[in-house]
Structures are given as C-alpha cells and as structure tokens.
C-alpha cells in the first residue's frame, strides 16, 4: 500500500535526512494545519491561492509572523519533496510571502537616564583625571549628536568644528555627513581637549585616545560606555536614545534621519545637498542637550528639568 505523502514526507526526515523525532513532529503540525484548512482537497492538489489562503488563515488567528514563517517552511520543503518523488510539478509555497517579521525595538534611556548618566560625571572605578575627561566627552557626544560608535571612534580633531558646533564624521558606505554638537558636548570636549593635548603621540589625529596616546578603538568604547553605565548601556543605546528624545520633541523624523544617517535616505544623497540650517534649528530647539538656557521652562539652576 503506497504511503501517503505525509507519512512518506516524515518516513524522509527521520530517516533520510536524519532529523529528531521533535523536529519531524513539528513539520507534521505544521502540514497537518494545512491538510485540515485544505477539508477535502488533497495536499497534492493544493496550488498557490491556497497556501496564500492559509497564511491569511494563520494571520486571523493571530499566530506570529516567527510562527507563519516556519509553517511556509515546512510547506516548501513538503513541496520540494514531493517534486523529487514526482508528485507534484510545481511548489506551490515557493514564492508565497509570509508576513514580515517586526523588527525589535531598540533599548533607549528614559530621558531622565541620560540625563543622569551624562550629568553624574564618569565613574569608571580607578579612572585617572585624563579618561575622567575623556571618557564625559565621549558619553555626550554620543548622545548628542547620535553617533555609530565607529564613526566616533574613527572622528579625528580637525572633523570637529569648535566654533560651528558640529562635527564631520565618516558613516556606512563611506558617506560622509555633518552631525550638530550640543552645547553641553561641546562643553565637555573643550574640557577634555587640553588633556588630550598633553597626552596625545606625536602624529596621532583621532579626538579620542587612549592613556598611552593612540586612538581609541570602537571595543574601548563600548567598554568603557558600559562601564560608565553600570551595564545599562551600550554607545548603540545613546545613539538610539539621541533618535527618540530627539523625535518625541521636534516631530521631524526627517530631520532625525538626516543627522543620524539612516540607511532608507536615498543612496544618491549627500550631506550638502541638505537643508544643514533647518536640521540645527531642529536641533537645538528639540535636543535635551542643547537647549539654550532661558528657551523654556527651567529649574532653580536656569537648566531644564527634563
């Protein structure tokens, strides 16, 4: 008596293919969902419209995209399967899409994190005057203006414009953008910058660097960031913390996409084709850093409370 194309396809995973007993009822779950959506039809019959058909089905029934996804697995290997053994002719499940899969969100600081961690000062244990300097520099630029931590740590002295309040750095695909400083970074590096000068190597060009001279590498910073942190963040966490302060208080995601470098602004784009005015005027109105004193509501110190 010739096997059904069920038992035959889990009679080929467990003993062709060498899969565990859980794994093989796993994909007969999945394909026996499918034979009970079918009613009467036959698995063999089923075309493209129905398997669409029941990804609908699954959807409605509020499985997880994770979930669809692995039952439109299931229905292609069957399928590839059964074209092996000439059953079918086509794989009716090939080129099904499943729903997509929702990204996480990224881990970000309540405001009132940041603040603390930028306002506390480092702590980094044993920490000398020098990496004290540094390492408040690091955090605040970071945050402030959202950078990857490759691009701060590959930010030399001359792509900080000091009087301009902003800095050039190189992002993915080598594209080169202009980021705004705020005022309480720029207050951080103009106190860590004389240090910086008496122990930076003779030719060494980064902004930031290590006790011995050199540049810092991207491993450092995230280290020292995390130590910094107590573990409660990462150089990534105050880059996506500065995108969502940043765009809880303008609105402007384009503004927000424009100074981070998001990778969905055009391809062909370039920093200078920009409205570089209208993002600092989003900027300093919205970013918790660089708020000019006296711009809203202020604490006993003059600073914002939030």
């Not at 060498?18 to 026996?32: F, H, N, P, Q």
């Not at 995209?65 to 074209?83: G, N, V």
């Not at 002719?89 to 099904?96: C, L, T």
């Not at 044993?126 to 950078?147: K, V």
């Amino acid at each position: 008596m010739t096997a059904s194309p069920l038992e035959a396809f889990a009679a080929h995973l467990r003993d062709e293919r060498g899969l565990s007993a859980r794994t093989v009822a796993s994909y007969r779950r999945d394909l026996e969902a499918f034979r009970a959506f079918l009613g009467e039809a036959p698995l063999e019959d089923a075309g493209r419209q129905q398997v669409r058909g029941f990804v609908g089905h699954l959807h409605r029934r509020g499985l997880s995209p994770r979930s669809i996804h692995r039952s439109l697995s299931a229905l292609r290997t069957f399928y590839a399967y059964l074209i092996r053994e000439r059953r079918v002719a086509a794989n009716p499940a090939e080129h099904v899409p499943a729903p997509r899969q929702g990204r996480p969100l990224p881990r970000t600081l309540a405001p009132e994190q940041a603040q603390a961690l930028m306002d506390g000062g480092p702590s980094g244990g044993r920490a000398s005057a020098f990496e004290a300097l540094r390492d408040h520099a690091l955090l605040e630029l970071l945050y402030s203006s959202g950078l990857r931590v490759s691009e701060a740590a590959g930010l030399d002295l001359s792509g900080l414009d000091r009087a301009g309040g902003e800095a050039r750095v190189l992002g993915k695909g080598r594209k080169t953008r202009v980021v705004p400083v705020g005022r309480k970074a720029r207050q951080a590096l103009e106190a860590y910058l004389p240090a910086r000068a008496e122990r930076a190597a003779e030719g060494e060009t980064a902004l930031f660097i290590t006790r011995r001279g050199r540049r810092m590498s991207v491993r450092a910073m995230q280290d020292r960031v995390r130590k910094l942190s107590g573990g409660a963040a990462s150089p990534h966490t105050l880059r996506h913390s500065c995108a969502s302060h940043l765009l809880e208080s303008s609105g402007d995601l384009r503004a927000v996409q424009e100074m981070l470098g998001h990778a969905n602004l055009s391809t062909t784009q370039v920093y200078t084709h920009l409205d570089v005015q209208h993002l600092a005027a989003a900027y300093d109105r919205a970013h918790p850093r660089a708020r000019r004193k006296g711009s809203q509501e202020t604490g006993s110190d003059g600073e914002s409370e939030d």
